[in-house]
């Protein structure tokens, strides 16, 4: 036998994705097993499997493959009979719903033996990691590759040495050689193809291979080897790691050389780890980029599938066609053409992309809005809407006057059919629904008596619930809480069935309308704005609520109880009061003339405040010490050196504080 000088056993410079490690191997071999026989049985229910001219021809993936011989001679393998493992792999745009576990040797023998001497396989990979550290051992393999954990492939090889001196002769014994190519990942399923083939060149049988993973650059051996034995290509069978052997007939037709042919007539498969969709074949695979049909439907239309639909030349595609719950079917429109309303439609022969839309319309719902009083939007009975519509239901006014501290009040909203529950307010919005539309929604507005709680305190405290519009019989608990050194004393007000009124916490049934005064003793007696009780019960005898008391203007004068304690003035006289009494110009100097005294006790000192433009607002400090009148309360204030253009505004002010 004589080799091709110009050949090279390796070829580098690739790279993949895939988990890692399986092993091919090409060998000389021969099976004792009779004719037809096949260690996994032909399964019919394979992933996406069909029959053509009595072979069985697998598209693979939803991307296709597809033999160019009608008669091509196909070993299909579901493992479903296996160690089965359902979707434990998934892969995007590849489904592993019957993947295999293998942990020893698999052998297909074509049926029947063909005279081929070229051989593809086509298969998914999942193998377990080979520790490079320990490599396999080899024994008369031809072929034969491994992925190791460090993310490299070894390449079983011989490499043709150019300047050996039998290089016309023989390769170099063949090696595990490392792959340069970036690492490769950890995790995936691989994508293997396969070629074997035996070539007579030059008075030889040459037995070549080509292995692609992942559609990258394909690795390749090739040489020539003669007088084959085989004593097995492993020394063992258990390791995580991938052989293919052939058989080869020999006695049909001698060649001029002398030198049987050699065909290939089974493959083998040994390893550990997992496979998926293999196909054997003697026509080489192609590969047609996958034609897309675009299903889609408006939102009361099903179709399944849905989305952009991949299918493979010349496959059938089954789409499923319905209207949701409050839908009416009105049409399918297939590539721009209309159908008319169906259930199901077919593409069959797929050779180009497609479209399919599913149109519907809404059916009609009803709605009555109930409510006995108040003015309702929308208003009636058997008010019709197209199905899912938002509608927003409201009611006005929300209460009517029923007297002091009582009112007939809109207490919510109850609802059937469409969301059906309760809930508070004087609006609900929603969308109609309905199995049919003999299912009415009913939207109904309950009213009922309400009653004013009003809080109040006296003293150095507060109370933790604040004035509001309460159910009648609600039940509210209220607590009085000292603030400021005050401690509870006792409560008063409308207290009539008050549970709890030796304590600070009471239990308080809405079945009237009620005023509740916690009483607190002890700490400052001043008001939150600094009033001294003392003051307040000066002018008004027999207070208890003083900061309420606070807040009043009993004399009408403009000012309240506060402020005319900070003025100094009277709250109970409306002549009393802190304002401007006279101003003038006397020699350059302005002055202004205005009513406050110390009769509150207070003696901080008066302000005045300027301003030159009143439109700006803007209000200036000019003097904040102006002693005040112990007497008659007149203050006279000098301004000696005022703008000596355009006008002047004055302001007194006053405060409890320095």
Known sequence: MKSRSHKRGCLTGWMFSFYAVWSLALTGSAFALGVGSNTIPYIEDFENASYTNGYLIVDNSVTGWYSDAPDALQVITNLVGLDAYLGEYPLTNWPHTKIGKIDSAVTNFFEPYTTTNRVWIDMMLKPRLWDEENEPAMSNALVAVYFGTDGYIRAWCSIYDTNSPTFDEYPSPPTWIKMSHPPIGT???????????????????????????????????????????????????????????????????????????????????????????LIITNEQPHFIPPHTIYASADVGGIITPNGSVTISEGRNAYFTIGAKTGYDGTNVVVDGTPQGWITNYTFNNVTSDHAIAVYTKPQPRYLTVVSPYGSTTPSGTNLQYDYWTMITCSVSPSAYSMGTGTQLACLGWSRTVSSPGSGSGTSTAFRIA??????????????????????????????????????????????????????????????????????????????????????????????????????????????????????????????????????????????????????????????????????????????????????????????????????????????????????????PVATNSN
């Open 434 to 651: 309905g199995a049919t539309s003999d299912d009415v929604t009913t939207v109904t507005w309950n009213w009922g008596i309400q009653y004013w709680l009003d809080t109040a305190v006296s003293g150095n405290g507060m109370v933790d619930v604040g004035d509001s519009w309460r159910n009648s019989n609600d039940t509210v608990y209220i607590t009085a809480i000292g603030i400021n050194g005050g401690q509870w004393d006792h409560w008063s007000g409308d207290t009539n069935g008050v549970v709890g009124l030796d304590t600070n916490m009471i239990m308080v049934t809405m079945d009237q309308a009620r005023r509740i005064v916690a009483h607190f003793v002890g700490g400052p007696q001043f008001t939150s704005r600094g009033t001294p009780y003392a003051w307040i019960d000066y002018y008004y005898p027999g207070t208890t609520e003083y900061e309420d008391q606070d807040v009043l203007d009993t004399d009408g004068d403009g000012l309240v109880t506060w402020e005319e304690y900070v003025a100094g003035t009277d709250p109970t006289n409306s002549a009393s009061v802190f304002i401007i009494l006279d101003q003038g110009h006397v020699g350059g100097s302005n002055y202004v003339a205005f009513f406050g005294t110390t009769n509150s006790g207070l003696t901080v000192p008066f302000g005045m405040r300027m301003s030159t433009n009143l439109l700006s607002g803007v209000w200036t400090l000019v003097d904040g010490d102006i002693p005040r009148s112990p007497a008659t309360g007149t203050n006279i204030w000098w301004h000696v050196s005022p703008p000596a253009n355009g006008p002047v505004f004055y302001r």
């Open 187 to 277: 995790d995936d399923w691989i994508r293997l193809t396969i070629e074997l083939r035996y070539n007579w060149e030059e008075g030889g049988w040459f037995s070549y291979y080509a292995m692609q993973l992942n559609s990258a650059d394909p690795i390749v051996n090739y040489w020539g080897m003669e007088n084959l034995t085989f004593p097995d290509c492993l020394e063992t069978h258990n390791g995580p790691w991938l052989i293919c052997d052939f058989v080869y007939q020999t006695n049909i037709t001698e060649n001029p050389w002398g030198m049987s042919p050699q065909y290939i007539t089974s493959l083998g498969f040994s390893g550990s780890g997992y496979i998926d969709d």
